[in-house]
């Protein structure tokens, strides 16, 4: 198997990154001078590889800020344009921390 020895992969440096604190998608590109996209195709492929750790990637779900409408039982990993209840623009972004499950 080819691995890179010397640096972390982006998988990993996310995984780091969410387990000191919650990121949204976009500051993680942000810190990893990547796409907001890119973050987001890697992020399925985290959830599933913590699940295997006794670790999980944690959702904080996305709220309306103007009627407070929660994104919860949608599991998305990227912002809703309008929220379907107010039609309102002001959504704040869906954040992630990677926990261990013992933790809970
Ligand atoms: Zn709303």
Redesign the pocket.
């Known amino acids: 198997m080819m691995l890179a020895k010397t640096k972390q992969t982006r998988r990993q440096q996310i995984i780091t990154l969410l387990s000191q604190g919650t990121y949204s998608s976009r500051e993680l590109s942000q810190e990893l001078g990547i796409s907001e996209k890119e973050v987001c195709t890697h992020l399925p492929h985290i959830a599933r590889s913590l699940g295997a750790q006794e670790k999980e990637l944690v959702l904080i779900p996305c709220q309306?800020l103007?009627?407070e409408?929660l994104f919860g039982s949608r599991k998305r990993f990227t912002k809703p344009s309008r929220?379907p209840?107010?039609r309102?623009e002001r959504i704040q972004e869906p954040r992630f921390i990677v926990k261990s499950r013992s933790e809970k």
């Open positions: 309306c103007e009627c409408y929220c209840r107010c309102g």
